[in-house]
Each structure stands twice: as structure tokens, then as C-alpha cells.
T-cell receptor, first 110, second 115 residues
Framework: DAKTTQPNSMESNEEEPVHLPCNHSTISGTDYIHWYRQLPSQGPEYVIHGLTSNVNNRMASLAIAEDRKSSTLILHRATLRDAAVYYCILRDSGAQKLVFGQGTRLTINP | GAGVSQSPSNKVTEKGKDVELRCDPISGHTALYWYRQSLGQGLEFLIYFQGNSAPDKSGLPSDRFSAERTGGSVSTLTIQRTQQEDSAVYLC?????????????FGPGTRLTVL
């Protein structure tokens, strides 16, 4: 499984945008970039995924570098409820399991 | 609608005992996954079921661990002769079908403590 690198922790303020980086320099052409997050005492929840183009949904945006060796999850206006561990995961086409790294622990200050 | 449910939410057992953990996936979801999350190892895959296909057991850490899925719905993860290193949160997830594009919906987990 291709490896991802994320900062261990980040901090932001409520109602401000948050940019969570992920490096994946060994990504292959068939790897999809998935993001999940895990709120305290809960199971992980899906956030967004993409292949080459930037993606938007109701939760977040995913910006993918042109060479696909890095990506950024963007929370446009953070709330206290967004405090969680965010996992960037590469998932090969056809792969079933998710391979979680250590993720980024995001703290939101009121 | 109802999400993935798991029972019990907490289980405390003595070393050497067998335990069974249950997962009820979202109705109609054909793919079911078990993961565990421990302080030392993070979140790791255990086993995956898809319809009537043979399960992918590649993540099971030892032959003390087994799982079954009856009738394509409910799944049970069994740990025999539990050890202290089995203490972890066991998470179940389901997906409408297998595939890279399909998100996995996770349950709240079962916290297992082996004394």
C-alpha cells in the first residue's frame, strides 16, 4: 500500500478555513485519495474522495496537486464539531480495505 | 435511517476466555468489514466479507480470531483464549457494495478489555 504523510496535529479557530495537507509521493495511477475523520469516541466517517480533479461536497473540498503527489482537505468554515482525527488514505482501484495511518489531530479553538 | 450497530458496546473479560462481538450492518449493504483500533497499532483491517464470496482474512492477527457472516447480514467476530494484547476497540463497517468508490459506514465499536 502506498504511504501517506500527514502532520500529527493542527490547530485552528472556529469559523475559519482549515487546510489539512497530505503527502503521497509514491501514489500510483490507480490510487484514489480518500479522507475519513474520526470524532472522539466514534467510528470513522467518510469525508470525501477523488482521483485527479478537485472535488467538493457538503462537508469539504479536496484539492489534488497536478502531479498527484500531494493533496489538501479544505474545511471552509470550521466548527467545534470538526475537531477530530483526519485520515488521508490511498485506495487502489479494486482494493477493499482501508489502510489507516496516524492521521492529523485537528483542534478547533472557540 | 439506521446505521451500523455493534454489540456489546463494552466487554470486559478475563484472559483465556472466549468472546463474541456482533455487528449489524446497514440493511442492503453487501460488503462488511472488521477493523480494530488499539493504542499501539492504530486502526488496522481484520477481515472483509462481500456477498457469497470467500472472505478476505488477510488481516486476522492469529488463528484465535475468526469471523462469520450469516445470511449475508449479521456478522460475529470471535476471539478465542483472549490475551491482554487483544484489548482494543473493534469496529465494524459496511458498504453498499465492494469497490474503491464506495464509502464505508462505521459503527460505534465494541471496546474490549482483557484483564
Amino acid at each position: 500500500d502506498a504511504k501517506t504523510t500527514q502532520p500529527n496535529s493542527m490547530e485552528s479557530n472556529e469559523e475559519e478555513p482549515v487546510h489539512l495537507p497530505c503527502n503521497h509521493s509514491t501514489i500510483s495511477g490507480t490510487d484514489y485519495i480518500h479522507w475519513y475523520r474520526q470524532l472522539p469516541s466514534q467510528g470513522p466517517e467518510y469525508v470525501i474522495h477523488g482521483l485527479t480533479s478537485n472535488v467538493n461536497n457538503r462537508m469539504a473540498s479536496l484539492a489534488i496537486a497536478e502531479d498527484r503527489k500531494s493533496s489538501t482537505l479544505i474545511l471552509h468554515r470550521a466548527t467545534l464539531r470538526d475537531a477530530a482525527v483526519y485520515y488521508c488514505i490511498l485506495r487502489d482501484s479494486g482494493a477493499q480495505k482501508l489502510v489507516f495511518g496516524q492521521g492529523t489531530r485537528l483542534t478547533i479553538n472557540p | 435511517g439506521a446505521g451500523v450497530s455493534q454489540s456489546p458496546s463494552n466487554k470486559v473479560t478475563e484472559k483465556g476466555k472466549d468472546v463474541e462481538l456482533r455487528c449489524d450492518p446497514i440493511s442492503g449493504h453487501t460488503a462488511l468489514y472488521w477493523y480494530r483500533q488499539s493504542l499501539g497499532q492504530g486502526l488496522e483491517f481484520l477481515i472483509y466479507f462481500q456477498g457469497n464470496s470467500a472472505p478476505d482474512k488477510s488481516g486476522l492477527p492469529s488463528d484465535r480470531f475468526s469471523a462469520e457472516r450469516t445470511g449475508g447480514s449479521v456478522s460475529t467476530l470471535t476471539i478465542q483464549r483472549t490475551q491482554q494484547e487483544d484489548s482494543a476497540v473493534y469496529l465494524c463497517a459496511s458498504s453498499p457494495q465492494a469497490g474503491t468508490y464506495n464509502e464505508q459506514f462505521f459503527g460505534p465499536g465494541t471496546r474490549l478489555t482483557v484483564l
